[in-house]
Structure formats: C-alpha cells, structure tokens
C-alpha cells in the first residue's frame, strides 16, 4: 500500500505539472488497483492491507495500521486535484470512513481485534499529535471527497477538538517523535492545505525542525506551504547520483570524510551519526529515506536483500516540480 500511495501521488502531480496523459492513465490504474488490495480482505469494505503476498495476492498478514491510511488518504487528494473527479476515489473514501465509523474509530483488523495504536478515536488528551491529524485527515477527506451519505457522516462524526501535544520537541538529547511520524504528520497536514484547512504554518514549522537533516522531501512540503526554501538546492539533492535503491549494507563511519557525533535519543536509544547530512547515495534504504534520519551510518546488510523501486525519489522529484512550478 506504501508503494501504491506513493507512485500514485507522483503520478497525479506529474500530470498536473507536464499533462501527461500516460501518468493519468496508470496512476487511474492504480486506483482500480487499490480497490482490488482491499477487496483481497474478503470483501471491499474499506479494510485495505498493509500488503499482499507477490504471488498469491493474500494479505500478507492480518494487520493494517492507520499510517496505511494516511498515505492513501494523501494521495487520494492529489489525485482528486489533477485528476479530477474519479468516483473510484470517491467510493473508497467512502468505504474507508464508514468502516472506521462502524468500528467506532479502532480500526478493526480482519482478526476482528484492534491494534491500540491504530485507534482514531477522539482523543480526550493527547501528547503526540499524529493521532489527531490522521483523525482531522480522514474526517476532512469523507467531507469533501465522500458521497452525499458519507458527507453527511462525517459532518455528524468530525472531530472539533484543539489540537494537542507537540509536533516535535527536541530536548538536550531527546527527541519526539521519530522522524517517521513527522514524514506521516507532514502528508497529513499538507493533504489538508490542498483540502481548504489552513495548516501552511504548522507544515513550515514542523519541517524547520529537521534544517540539520536537509531532507528534501521535507523542504518541499515548507515549500509548498509558503516556505522560502532554495528549490535549486533541493533539486540538486535530489540530483545526487548514483542512488543504489537496495537494502544492501552500507559501511561509512571508518572514513575521514564522515565526521561522527551521537544523535538524540529517539525510542529511547541513541547512536552515532553523521555531523552532516550524508548524500542519499550513502545512505540505506529498505522502505522510505524519507522517514528516517538522513545522518544514520553504518547499515549492516540484511539476510534477504531487495531491490527497491526508487519510489521515494520519485515522489520527492514531482512534489518539488510542482512547488517550483508553484513559486513561478
């Protein structure tokens, strides 16, 4: 689903930049394609996978997490933006924001258990504030996006709460929360920028606080918040090749160009890192750059390697295309 989202999102901003109606085509393809991943959990009912298996198409395993739903949702309202109307889009959301509703928002798993940290649930106190904006992104999108019964769900269903706790807080050598749940928080807050809220100073805020890591993906949603960000710069970051898209091990720490301090504890651990920000070229990736620290070292090989798609370049590439193209 991680990957789906992504090439999705790049697709529908890659036709809104260039017009290529390739890129509409597929990423319509991959709509279809989504909605055939959660019809893979008995039924289509808004219950999409984390993933399937490559040959069989079943669930890989019985669990999906709301985190799924954030990237999804993410690029849902791209491709609603350039694309235009698709009543795929629309019937998905609908599903989506139904099932969470039925589940009382603990989003139930194809086990009938719930996951505590998948709960969207209103919460009545909370000190992290990715729970809320996944809620305040899944009410807003079966809003504006959903079916007239759907709109209407969730006009009775929306949570109208303040926002609580802090995006991030950095604290001699702690930090909160994980560079991961930032990443999450920042699709979420930009999707709802495109949705009509009004969270550019929060995006600009949250992405500030990660200057040191010169994460471009990160730049690029400041940028498109209003942010006066180098676009030059995050091109030529994004520029830096050769970019071994593999889960294979990486080994820098021994050399004397890669200066060495200890990074803040995240989860409670620390290691050392990276002074700078390394090139991406330099860094391994089993997932996403994005959503870890860009100054990790020393990334030991795994049993079973695998080749990435580049997916997360190319997401990062047209998101930046469409901020220059909004800055010009």
């Known amino acids: 689903i991680e990957t789906n989202a992504a090439v999705l999102s790049a697709l529908a901003v890659k036709y809104g930049v260039t017009g290529d109606e390739q890129a509409k085509a597929l990423g319509e393809r991959i709509i279809t394609g989504l909605l055939a991943m959660d019809e893979r959990t008995g039924e289509l009912d808004g219950l999409v996978p984390f993933a399937?298996?490559?040959?069989?198409?079943?669930?890989?395993?019985?669990?999906?997490?709301?985190?799924?739903?954030?990237?999804l949702l993410f690029a849902y309202v791209l491709a609603n933006m350039h694309f235009g109307?698709?009543?795929?889009?629309?019937?998905?959301?609908?599903?989506?924001?139904?099932?969470?509703v039925s589940d009382?928002?603990?989003?139930?798993?194809?086990?009938?258990?719930?996951?505590?940290?998948?709960?969207?649930?209103?919460?009545?106190?909370?000190?992290?504030?990715?729970?809320?904006?996944?809620?305040?992104?899944?009410d807003t999108a079966a809003l504006k996006l959903g079916d007239a019964e759907t709109r209407a769900l969730a006009q009775q269903q929306r949570y109208r709460g303040p926002r609580l706790g802090p995006m991030h807080v950095r604290l001699f050598a702690l930090e909160l929360p994980t560079t991961s749940s930032s990443w999450l928080n920042l699709q979420a807050l930009t999707a709802l920028n495109m949705l009509g809220e009004s969270y550019q100073s929060e995006v600009r805020s949250l992405a500030s606080?990660?200057?040191?890591?010169?994460?471009?993906?990160?730049?690029?949603?400041?940028?498109?918040?209003?942010?006066?960000?180098?676009?030059?710069?995050?091109?030529?970051?994004l520029a830096e090749f050769p970019y071994p898209a593999t889960t294979s091990g990486i080994i820098n720490s021994h050399r004397d160009d890669v200066s060495l301090t200890v990074s803040t504890y995240t989860k409670f651990r620390a290691a050392p890192a990276s002074r700078k920000p390394l090139p991406l070229y330099d860094i391994r990736s089993t997932t996403y750059l994005w959503k870890r620290s860009l100054r990790e070292i020393d990334a030991m090989p795994e049993e079973r390697p695998t080749v990435l798609l580049g997916h997360d370049l190319y997401q990062a590439y047209w998101l930046y295309r469409l901020a220059a193209m909004t800055v010009e």
Do not use: K
């Open 52 to 71: 399937l298996h490559a040959r069989t198409l079943e669930p890989a395993d019985h669990a999906t997490h709301a985190n799924a739903y954030t990237q």
């Open 104 to 138: 009382n928002f603990a989003l139930r798993q194809m086990d009938g258990e719930t996951l505590a940290r998948a709960t969207l649930r209103s919460p009545l106190m909370c000190f992290n504030a990715r729970q809320v904006f996944d809620r305040r992104l899944l």
């Open 209 to 237: 606080r990660y200057r040191r890591e010169n994460n471009p993906l990160f730049r690029t949603f400041a940028a498109l918040a209003g942010a006066d960000e180098d676009l030059d710069a995050i091109r030529d970051r």
């Open 85 to 100: 109307f698709n009543e795929d889009v629309q019937r998905h959301i609908s599903l989506i924001y139904q099932r969470f």
